[in-house]
């Protein structure tokens, strides 16, 4: 009975909120150490840097020694703060590990990070970055600068004359041999870019704990720990260790568009734009400040501002349960002017990502019928968990805040009916993507190994597309004529957006479109996109969400094209001739 009443005082249950009469204990292994002459310290979690903080903090953490309550630290340090704040910001300390009994234990040979990210690590990076700085401390740090520089802008050159063909690779279907190359320089250079990391802060002077791989939004991808960055005092230094990844990338891809240019083989040429195009694409993301990339670290590095997201994040949850729920004004976490709305940009832009991989993820393999379809709802699937995960947790905390219990109620009532009845009376545009095939004079559409889930009707608007691995661009229009299902055979750009010579695919021949568009240069396969018109919100998602992907199979009591061509052909000229 003693040891539970400790161990309530102590606070040691991490889950429960702490109250006034708990005494929490600075954890064992947690230590302080000074951080240059700005005044602040680093907390750090057996040897590793967890948080930086204040004088005031060091003295308030140092002062939790387990026998004296919160009431009373509360007014020796922080007075003139209502008592509810104080104990939310002892509890984030509990949360990052700081106070014993913590539920965050120190990260470790394999880590989860919410929403998406499981890190499997080595602990041995000191000593591996070690060695592969002895190789490269030779070379002077302003002549790698230099060098790369000069790569980067003549790259940049390079890829200017080169415009239209960087168009004409990202929007047309890619060779399989180029793909396997490309896919495989970029792991390895997923490597070399944290690689850089790790060599960037040990040669400033810091110490890479752990390095490993990861799953990254279910991507699988390198890492490596720099956290020890922010014990580098130079903000220029702790900006360098953050940029000199994604500065990997953009050397390769200059690299990759100067090689382009003197190279005629056109093979060569399509393999190294598409890299070239890759990369760019990788540093793109890569520098977007609202999620946890290079580029976030590098703004927080020159702001030096650190826990900057998780700061804003809070400053933007508590707007967010004042103006919808009536809570309390809450200090701000970042005291500046753009910490909420950078704190909403940081909660939407990792949806955003998501949202948009998965829906390019979807198109691309849109004519591949149910087995691929199963991929892409499960994808689905674990993103609308994790979004529903999140809200509720926020949720949660937002009624803990102290928010009236009927309003809360009542606000999430209103907001839970109003997306019910605007889902059922709102219309929105719906559509189908499948794959096409022109045959003679005629503009067949397909769909792999299974019947469309949908009904396509007569007369409905068709936009065809370039089948691109990045990029679809509207190369004619039609309108739908219907036929009876059929199986054939097809080239895999047909459905897919990769070439594979000498390969063919079963496919199902669903519909013919007659062109109402003269294009200039229509392609022997694409992407067609058929209007199915408008829908109510959930009966969009249910067709282009679930159906549209999970497409029926049945194509195995299907006559073969070859053997009804001919009177399609007879019906759709008859067709003609009638007008």
């Known amino acids: 009975m003693f040891a539970a009443d400790l161990l309530r005082r102590r606070g040691r249950r991490a889950g429960a909120p702490l109250r006034a009469a708990d005494c929490p204990l600075l954890a064992t292994e947690v230590a302080f150490v000074p951080h240059g002459d700005d005044g602040n310290w680093i907390a750090m979690r057996q040897g590793v840097p967890s948080a930086r903080v204040s004088r005031a903090v060091v003295e308030l953490l140092t002062a939790m020694d387990g026998r004296t309550p919160l009431d009373r630290l509360h007014g020796r340090f922080a007075a003139s703060q209502p008592l509810d704040e104080f104990l939310r910001l002892v509890q984030r300390f509990r949360a990052t590990g700081l106070l014993d009994g913590s539920a965050t234990p120190p990260p470790g040979r394999w880590t989860y990070r919410a929403p998406l990210t499981v890190q499997f690590a080595t602990l041995r990076a000191p000593a591996l970055f070690g060695r592969l700085h002895g190789l490269v401390a030779s070379l002077?740090?302003?002549?790698?600068?230099?060098?790369?520089?000069?790569?980067?802008?003549?790259?940049?050159?390079?890829?200017?004359?080169?415009?239209?063909?960087?168009?004409?690779?990202a929007s047309s279907p890619v060779p399989l041999p180029s793909l396997v190359i490309v896919i495989g320089t970029l792991g390895l250079l997923t490597l070399l870019?944290?690689?850089?990391?790790?060599?960037?802060?040990?040669?400033?002077g810091g110490s890479p704990r752990r390095a490993g791989i990861m799953l990254l939004y279910l991507t699988p991808a390198f890492f490596v720990d720099v956290t020890d960055g922010w014990r580098l005092s130079a903000r220029r230094h702790r900006v360098g260790v953050a940029l000199a990844g994604p500065a990997v990338h953009a050397v390769v891809g200059a690299g990759a568009c100067l090689a382009a240019l003197v190279l005629p083989q056109r093979p060569i040429r399509l393999t190294l734009l598409l890299l070239a195009v890759a990369c760019g694409v990788i540093i793109a993301v890569n520098l977007i400040p609202f999620v946890r990339f290079d580029g976030y670290l590098a703004l927080m590095s020159a702001l030096d501002e650190p826990n900057l997201r998780n700061r804003t994040i809070r400053d933007a949850a508590a707007w967010t349960a004042r103006v919808l729920f009536g809570g309390r004004r809450a200090s701000r976490s970042l005291d500046r002017w753009w910490s909420v709305p950078f704190g909403l940009a940081s909660v939407a832009a990792p949806v955003m990502l998501v949202l948009f991989a998965l829906a390019r993820a979807a198109r691309a393999l849109a004519a591949g019928g149910p087995a691929l379809g199963v991929l892409v709802v499960a994808g689905e699937g674990a993103i609308a968990l994790v979004a529903l995960h999140l809200v509720v947790r926020w949720l949660y905390r937002v009624h803990r805040s102290g928010v009236s219990t009927l309003r809360f109620v009542s606000v999430i009532a209103v907001a839970l009916g109003t997306a019910a009845l605007a889902g059922v009376v709102v219309p929105v545009p719906s559509s189908i993507a499948l794959g096409f095939s022109v045959r003679g004079d005629r503009v067949v559409l397909l769909q792999a190994g299974s019947r469309p889930a949908v009904d396509l009707p007569e007369g409905a608007q068709v936009t065809l597309l370039s089948n691109g691995f990045l990029v679809n661009d509207e190369i004619g229009r039609g309108t739908l004529r219907t036929r009876p299902p059929t199986r054939t055979t097809v080239a895999p750009d047909a459905l897919f957006p990769v070439t594979v010579d000498g390969v063919a695919l079963s496919a199902v021949a669903v519909a013919d479109?007659?062109?109402?568009?003269?294009?200039?240069?229509?392609?022997?396969?694409?992407?067609?996109?058929?209007?199915?018109?408008?829908?109510?919100?959930?009966?969009?998602?249910?067709t282009d969400a679930v159906l549209a992907p999970l497409s029926a199979p049945g194509d195995a009591h299907l006559p073969d094209e070859k053997r009804h061509g001919e009177n399609q052909q007879d019906d759709t000229e008859k067709r003609d001739a009638h007008g």
């Open 513 to 542: 479109v007659k062109l109402t568009s003269s294009p200039t240069h229509l392609p022997l396969t694409g992407q067609a996109r058929v209007d199915l018109g408008s829908r109510s919100v959930w009966q969009a998602l249910w």
């Open 140 to 169: 002077p740090p302003r002549l790698i600068v230099m060098t790369a520089a000069a790569l980067v802008a003549l790259g940049g050159v390079a890829a200017v004359l080169q415009l239209a063909d960087i168009a004409a690779a």
């Open 193 to 204: 870019h944290e690689t850089a990391h790790g060599l960037a802060l040990t040669r400033f």
